[in-house]
Nanobody, 127 residues
Framework: QVQLVESGGGSVQAGGSLRLSCAASGLTYSTKFMGWFRQAPGKEREGVAAIYRPTDSTYYADSVKGRFTISQDNAKKMVYLQMNSLKPEDTAMYYC????????????????????WGQGTQVTVSS
């Protein structure tokens, strides 16, 4: 059973940085994608970044491209989201997710493709 625990959220001023971490237990070779999603109050869940575990290939939403970086440490079973140049519109609950089905990179930001989810960590960016 895959369990995901996020950490690293907090409050930061616009222009600042945060690094989110996702501790993933129970991952196997069959777990193909890890992704970060976010949901702000009153808004739909949005895919932010994803990484294809076998090759480290990454994919980003246009809204975060060039500012956010997803990475993994397979030995530690950790996935990270480095967030730089944060904006107030980045304020949301951020969730880590894992998928064991393979799909194309453009589909890696679709939440319904993921099988396991963490509880989330709050990120608040003030102007």
């Amino acid at each position: 059973q895959v369990q995901l625990v996020e950490s690293g959220g907090g409050s930061v001023q616009a222009g600042g940085s945060l690094r989110l971490s996702c501790a993933a237990s129970g991952l196997t070779y069959s777990t193909k994608f890890m992704g970060w999603f976010r949901q702000a109050p009153g808004k739909e869940r949005e895919g932010v970044a994803a990484i294809y575990r076998p090759t480290d290939s990454t994919y980003y939403a246009d809204s975060v491209k060039g500012r956010f970086t997803i990475s993994q440490d397979n030995a530690k079973k950790m996935v990270y989201l480095q967030m730089n140049s944060l904006k107030p519109e980045d304020t949301a609950m951020y969730y880590c997710a894992a998928a064991y089905r393979p799909f194309g990179l453009p589909d890696s930001l679709i939440g319904n493709n993921y099988n396991y989810w963490g509880q989330g960590t709050q990120v608040t960016v003030s102007s």
